[in-house]
Each structure stands twice: as C-alpha cells, then as structure tokens.
C-alpha cells in the first residue's frame, strides 16, 4: 500500500497558496479627505485615521466635479479608493472639496419638488448641478457622493439637469419618506389592517432589508412586535435627523 503523506502534503501546501493568494487580491476600499500628496503617495482620513496607499500607471483615475477645473489631486480633496493588499491604488475617484459636516435635510427640504430642491442647490444659477453643488445642498458621502453622481449624469456633461437629478432625488431616503405623513405609510402598507405593522410590512415601508432587526428595535419602541402609528411617526423623525 503507497503512502498517502506526499499527497496530503501537497494539498495542504496548495491549500496555504490559495489562502494567500485570495487575502493579496482582497485589499480594502479607503474613503475620505486627502491629508497630503508626496509624489504617487497619497495620504487619507480614513474613519479618522490617516492611511497611506500608493497610485501607479494601471491606478483608474476618475475625476467627478472638476469641469474646467486642473484635474489634480490635492489635500482637501475627496477621494474612494480601492487598494489592493500591496497598498496600490486601482479605482481611484476624485473630487473637488466639498463640506465636511454630516448634511441633514431642513424642514424646508422636506416639502420641497425636485424642481424647486434642483433650483435651491444650483448656487450660480445655470440650470445645472455641479457636483460640489448637489454634495453643499444635497447629499454628501465620500464613500458613495461621486460613484452615485457619475451613475446618474446620463449625458456626461459633469453635471446633473433636472431630468437626470429627479430620478436621483427619488431615490434618497429623505426624500422618499416625506413624500407622505406617518399615517399615509402606515395606512398604505399595513396589508392587512391590523392597526400595526409587522416586520414584512415595515420592510414595504423601509424599501430595503439593510439592518432591518436595528430598525424594527428602533421602531419597535414597545417590544410589541408591531409597529404603531406613533411608532412610525418617531421612527421617520429619527431617520430624518440622521
């Protein structure tokens, strides 16, 4: 009978070079405010903390919001990028300073149209929304801002018409969830008329299954397993203050 040691040994060699391999292409995604730029070099704050990755002739440079701007990178821009376990760069987006604080919809926002939120951010009055206009008036990520503008400006002129920005605007959670009171989306989605919502109903209301179990013990200020009217009312008055 042959010995089968030499074969598990090469398995489990090939097993440890699969393992490596897979943890060299994971790499991570980095987002935030450039710290500084020394040469390919570029310093971020990252989560509050300042992380280094290198750019290089394969690095997919994508510049959002620069129009006749010197498409460039420096301090005070925002960037995401992703960076491979080596620390390179390989999608790379970049865009001019926009604000740092958290941007909440004001009261006013809250009722406003498309068409009137659209005039509202066009700062200089073009008819069109530049990007470091939509991140001041409407929304601002540096993980998401960029890659969501690029999607939705269909013509790629670098800036949002109202026909591309209703679209966009409709999608945002603000926006969609004051469209209506608390007890137009309560009424509407409580299928069966019970008076309250259960979790498959909430999930109608939320549109999404992301962090649902968080929500419902957010909304679900009882412990009743249902989620009231005023539940609801409390609920969308929290997540129009995030």
């Known amino acids: 009978m042959r010995p089968i040691f030499p074969f598990l040994i090469v398995a ?3 097993t440890f070079a699969a393992n490596e391999l897979a943890a060299q292409e994971k790499g991570e995604a980095l987002s935030g405010f450039v710290e500084a730029v020394d040469g390919n070099n570029i310093t971020v704050n990252h989560r509050r903390q300042s992380r280094v990755f ?4 394969e690095t997919g440079i994508h510049y959002v919001g620069f129009l006749d701007a010197v498409k460039e990178i420096k301090p005070g821009f925002v960037i995401r990028v992703g960076v491979d376990s080596k620390g390179i760069g390989r999608s790379l987006w970049v865009t001019p300073p926009i604000p740092k604080e958290k ?4 009261p006013e926002m809250l ?9 509202m951010a066009d700062s200089n009055g073009d008819g069109e929304l530049s990007y470091v206009e939509y991140a001041t008036a409407i929304y601002r990520s540096p993980k998401h801002g960029a890659v969501g503008f690029s999607k939705s400006d269909k013509d790629k002129s670098g800036t ?3 026909a591309e920005f209703e679209p966009k605007i409709s999608e945002m959670k603000w926006y969609r969830i004051s469209r209506k009171t608390p007890a137009e989306w309560h009424a509407e989605v409580d299928a069966d008329s ?3 919502l259960n979790k498959e109903e909430f999930v109608t209301f939320l549109g999404t299954t992301a962090h649902l179990d968080t929500r419902v013990k957010q909304a679900d200020k009882d412990k009743s397993g249902g989620i ?3 539940e609801l009312a409390g609920f969308i008055k929290t997540i129009l203050e995030e």
């Open 12 to 14: 489990i060699c090939l």
């Open 54 to 57: 290198t750019i290089n002739e």
């Open 103 to 106: 941007l909440k919809p004001s």
């Open 111 to 119: 009722t406003m149209t498309p068409a009137e939120l659209h005039k």
């Open 160 to 162: 949002l018409n109202l």
């Open 194 to 196: 019970d008076g309250v």
């Open 228 to 230: 009231s009217v005023e």
